[in-house]
């Protein structure tokens, strides 16, 4: 389904080309004792690794883009792209790095003077920011309206992968979904709901789904206003998927606040939760009622904990889901920024079949079947068959793009 997404085969002559590459380095940052910053993992920069190696071995001149964190349009010194071009001198890449496009409030408001400002000079485009291609941001969309562009092996990689899940998933086919925001994934779960055979949920986001069959889930975290959704998801569900909701959980006392550490109690619960306590962690039951669940499936498709894994008091059900997908034959996919954290903790990253860099972009690719940033890649790939400028086009122009390339 994603044939038409051109890869960095189909861009012309790359020897010599200034290609601008977007790529993903959202990394995580540490001081050291001086007080610089350093990159405390990166994992995101080895992960750009393959792009960056197949272009600069070519010929290309590269330059790298990438968001930092969420600096809001304004220059943060704290999260200056600085020590990622360290970091990439330190691993031998000889690129440049352009600082935080997110310092510019035209990234995220899609300005075309921004992506102006991001093309000027370069000859070629490659998007390889799986991670940013549900956001149309200037320099997701703009460069491949007007450069020939590619996607990189990263982006590819995670279509390759993703497409098993969206487009004809082997069957029984389970989702478990899990972690806080019941509202932002919920679309995701009713459009899965008419894909998938099972549906496995924990998390924060169960209390709501409880809520919503009229159970007592005392002090759990409840999105009071989504609780009519799940209404009519779990009334219109197709009699052949069955929902699994948990039966019981391990909850903290509430001392206010919903800082972790202020649970001093904890207790375990069977089906209702009495008043003053909230619910952090599915409970033994739910735990193997889930593992039974994912036990057997054929695609498993995980996002979000099943608890406040951080702590280890609430992260037994998280391990358990999680050694569950590993430790079955089907195919795993797991993706989000905390449950691949979940994963990396668990030292199960081998386990998996495939881990998305993105967490809503994984979902918002599985909803909708296409994301903003490679509809603009599609479109680059059509002119560039259509138009045939340049060197290149005579090569390409007699055969199809290659999408699949490994
Ligand atoms: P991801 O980053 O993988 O997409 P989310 O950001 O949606 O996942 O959710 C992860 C967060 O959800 C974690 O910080 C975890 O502590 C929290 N969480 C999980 N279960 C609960 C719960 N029962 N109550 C409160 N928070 C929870
Ligand atoms: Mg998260």
């Given at each position: 389904?994603?044939?038409?997404?051109?890869?960095?085969e189909?861009?012309p002559?790359?020897?010599?080309?200034?290609?601008?590459?977007?790529?993903?380095?959202?990394?995580?940052?540490?001081?050291?004792?001086?007080?610089?910053?350093?990159?405390?993992?990166?994992?995101?920069?080895?992960?750009?690794?393959?792009?960056?190696?197949?272009?600069?071995?070519?010929?290309?001149?590269?330059?790298?883009?990438?968001?930092?964190?969420?600096?809001?349009?304004?220059?943060?010194?704290?999260?200056?792209?600085?020590?990622?071009?360290?970091?990439?001198?330190?691993?031998?890449?000889?690129?440049?790095?352009?600082?935080?496009?997110?310092?510019?409030?035209?990234?995220?408001?899609n300005?075309?003077?921004s992506?102006?400002?991001?093309?000027?000079?370069?000859?070629?485009?490659?998007?390889?920011?799986?991670?940013?291609?549900?956001?149309?941001?200037?320099?997701?969309?703009?460069?491949?309206?007007?450069?020939?562009?590619?996607?990189?092996?990263?982006?590819?990689?995670?279509?390759?992968?993703?497409a098993?899940?969206?487009?004809?998933?082997?069957?029984?086919?389970?989702?478990?979904?899990?972690?806080?925001?019941?509202?932002?994934?919920?679309?995701?779960i009713?459009?899965?709901?008419?894909?998938?055979?099972?549906?496995?949920?924990?998390?924060?986001?169960?209390?709501?789904?409880?809520?919503?069959?009229?159970?007592?889930?005392?002090?759990?975290?409840?999105?009071?206003?989504?609780?009519?959704?799940?209404?009519?998801?779990?009334?219109?569900?197709?009699?052949?998927?069955?929902?699994?909701?948990?039966?019981?959980?391990?909850?903290?006392?509430?001392?206010?606040?919903?800082?972790?550490?202020?649970?001093?109690?904890?207790?375990?619960?069977?089906?209702?939760?009495?008043?003053?306590?909230?619910?952090l962690?599915?409970?033994?039951?739910?735990?193997?009622?889930?593992?039974?669940?994912?036990?057997?499936?054929?695609?498993?498709?995980?996002?979000?904990?099943?608890?406040?894994?951080?702590?280890?008091?609430?992260?037994?059900?998280?391990?358990?889901?999680?050694?569950?997908?590993?430790?079955?034959?089907?195919?795993?996919?797991?993706?989000?920024?905390?449950?691949?954290a979940?994963?990396?903790?668990?030292?199960?990253?081998?386990?998996?079949?495939?881990?998305?860099?993105?967490?809503?972009a994984?979902?918002?690719?599985?909803?909708?079947?296409?994301?903003?940033?490679?509809?603009?890649?599609?479109?680059?790939?059509?002119?560039?068959?259509?138009?045939?400028?340049?060197?290149?086009?005579?090569?390409?122009?007699?055969?199809?793009?290659?999408?699949?390339?490994?």
């Amino acid at each position: 389904m994603f044939e038409d997404v051109p890869a960095l085969e189909d861009l012309p002559e790359v020897g010599g080309a200034r290609v601008l590459v977007r790529a993903d380095l959202n990394v995580p940052l540490s001081r050291s004792l001086s007080g610089d910053l350093l990159v405390a993992d990166d994992f995101r920069l080895r992960a750009a690794l393959p792009t960056l190696r197949w272009l600069l071995s070519r010929g290309a001149r590269v330059t790298v883009a990438t968001h930092l964190g969420r600096p809001k349009g304004r220059r943060d010194p704290n999260l200056s792209t600085d020590p990622l071009r360290q970091a990439l001198g330190n691993l031998g890449e000889d690129v440049e790095v352009m600082e935080n496009v997110r310092f510019d409030p035209g990234e995220e408001a899609n300005d075309p003077r921004s992506g102006a400002a991001l093309v000027r000079g370069q000859d070629l485009f490659v998007n390889d920011a799986f991670g940013a291609c549900h956001r149309a941001h200037a320099s997701i969309v703009y460069p491949p309206s007007v450069l020939p562009s590619a996607a990189g092996r990263l982006l590819h990689a995670e279509l390759d992968a993703l497409a098993h899940v969206i487009e004809a998933p082997r069957r029984p086919f389970t989702v478990v979904v899990g972690g806080a925001k019941v509202a932002d994934k919920l679309g995701t779960i009713r459009a899965l709901a008419r894909k998938a055979d099972r549906i496995v949920v924990g998390g924060a986001m169960a209390f709501t789904f409880l809520a919503a069959r009229g159970r007592e889930v005392g002090g759990s975290t409840v999105d009071a206003s989504e609780i009519g959704h799940c209404e009519a998801l779990l009334g219109s569900l197709d009699p052949n998927v069955t929902i699994e909701l948990p039966v019981d959980a391990v909850a903290g006392k509430v001392a206010g606040g919903h800082d972790p550490s202020s649970y001093g109690e904890v207790r375990a619960f069977g089906e209702e939760i009495a008043a003053g306590w909230r619910g952090l962690d599915i409970g033994p039951q739910t735990r193997s009622r889930f593992a039974q669940a994912i036990d057997g499936s054929a695609t498993v498709l995980w996002n979000g904990p099943m608890g406040v894994f951080e702590d280890p008091r609430f992260s037994a059900g998280t391990r358990d889901v999680a050694l569950a997908i590993a430790g079955c034959r089907g195919y795993t996919v797991a993706g989000g920024g905390d449950t691949l954290a979940a994963v990396r903790a668990l030292d199960l990253v081998d386990s998996f079949d495939h881990l998305s860099t993105g967490g809503g972009a994984m979902l918002s690719l599985i909803e909708q079947g296409d994301l903003p940033g490679i509809a603009a890649l599609r479109e680059a790939g059509r002119r560039m068959r259509s138009q045939g400028a340049g060197r290149a086009a005579a090569l390409h122009a007699t055969r199809p793009l290659q999408a699949r390339s490994r």
